[in-house]
């Protein structure tokens, strides 16, 4: 399946900057192949537009934001957060500004710290909910932003898939003792699915520090939704009392490539864990996944009969179904480079 063939994934939210990084300067993102400028209008909420000037085409994410509206850096024209063009210096009377002098804008609002980005006016789902993130005894902390060449959906079944923890985790948290899960149990929901199981893993140094532990080998009891098409959310819990939730979206940029949009919630303090140590463990696990999944091919069959299976697969067999029932729903066929 190519993503930016496929219609229907316009019709979703996917986060695309944190807010951070728009304090000072708009921003370009490609999602789905779209050209964006993102920026923060007065009130500080982000705005998304084509990346494109109306009048030469010029790239305004090269420009500058003035008073909440990007300016254009070939000639100065001034859009706001609607797309109008508000001032043309080349115009001393404003009110003789073409109405069509405007650019395409898409709905975009923050949330969890990053600008999200539909380009539909008709998302099919809305943001995934995180209830997590709104309560008190819980820290959000912005893990990752980086391109990784693979496809989002094999970024997502690779989350559910407790069998390579054991192959591919081998300096993090796999166990060659537990090559499967002791519990796997999956349900079909409204928004994606739900995975819930319980693994054995080891806990090197660094994850004993971070979680206040003494045992190397235990168990971690996962929650895990699935949010379609790219977000996954992954609550594990540990014996101890501690929920870390990693919570990760491969916003697709092209057919090949995703940005991994990824922060956690913690239910400790920073006197308990650093939040740098939470993060330096985490990116040790991510970067074994990249390593692998960049190897994998991008154009991810959804026909479960082109690749094998096994039963661990199961949370994978079933997103490619969901997937599957949405092109149908809405018309559309498997595009693929076969
Ligand atoms: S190209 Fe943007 S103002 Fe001329
Ligand atoms: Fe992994």
């Known amino acids: 399946m190519l993503v930016t063939r496929q219609l229907v994934f316009k019709r979703f939210w996917y986060p695309v900057i944190p807010i951070s990084q728009l304090e000072d300067t708009p921003q370009?993102?490609?999602?789905?192949?779209e050209k964006l400028v993102v920026w923060l209008d007065l009130k500080g909420q982000p705005i998304a537009a084509r990346d494109r000037c109306c009048h030469r085409s010029a790239q305004l994410s090269k420009g500058k934001v003035t008073e909440g509206n990007?300016?254009?850096?070939y000639h100065g024209w001034e859009?706001?957060?609607?797309?109008?063009?508000v001032n043309v210096p080349q115009i001393s009377d404003k009110a003789q500004i073409p109405k069509t002098y405007k650019i395409q804008t898409y709905q975009c609002q923050e949330r969890y710290g990053y600008a999200w980005v539909c380009l539909s006016?008709?998302?099919?789902?809305?943001?995934?909910?995180?209830?997590?993130?709104?309560?008190?005894?819980?820290?959000?902390?912005?893990?990752f932003y980086e391109t990784w060449n693979c496809a989002g959906l094999r970024v997502m079944e690779n989350e559910l898939d407790l069998a390579h923890p054991?192959?591919?985790?081998?300096?993090?948290?796999?166990?060659?003792?537990?090559p499967i899960p002791d519990e796997l149990d999956i349900k079909d929901t409204e928004y994606g699915i739900k995975v819930q199981a319980k693994l054995g893993v080891v806990n090197p140094e660094l994850q004993r520090q971070n979680l206040n532990m003494e045992d190397e080998q235990t168990h971690r009891t996962l929650d895990m939704d699935w949010f379609m098409p790219f977000t996954c959310l992954l609550r594990i819990n540990y014996p101890n009392g501690l929920t870390h939730i990693v919570?990760?979206?491969?916003?697709?940029?092209?057919?090949?490539?995703?940005?991994?949009?990824?922060?956690?919630?913690?239910?400790?303090?920073?006197?308990?864990?650093?939040a740098a140590d939470a993060v330096a463990?985490?990116?040790?696990?991510?970067l074994e996944d990249k390593e692998i999944l960049e190897s994998t091919n991008y154009d991810v069959p959804l026909d479960i009969k082109k690749e094998q299976q096994m039963m661990t697969d199961k949370p994978g067999i079933l997103i490619r179904h969901k997937i599957s029932a949405l092109l149908k729903k809405h018309g559309e066929t498997e595009q693929t480079n076969e």
């Open 121 to 143: 006016d008709d998302p099919i789902q809305d943001i995934p909910q995180i209830p997590e993130a709104s309560q008190s005894d819980y820290r959000l902390i912005p893990e």
């Open 247 to 274: 919570v990760n979206t491969a916003t697709p940029i092209s057919d090949s490539s995703s940005q991994i949009v990824q922060f956690c919630l913690r239910n400790d303090t920073e006197e308990e864990t650093k």
């Open 166 to 178: 054991t192959y591919v985790h081998t300096t993090t948290f796999g166990s060659t003792e537990h």
């Open 79 to 85: 859009f706001d957060e609607t797309g109008r063009c």
């Open 70 to 73: 990007i300016a254009c850096p």
């Open 281 to 286: 463990f985490d990116r040790q696990v991510t």
């Open 28 to 33: 370009s993102f490609v999602l789905l192949g």
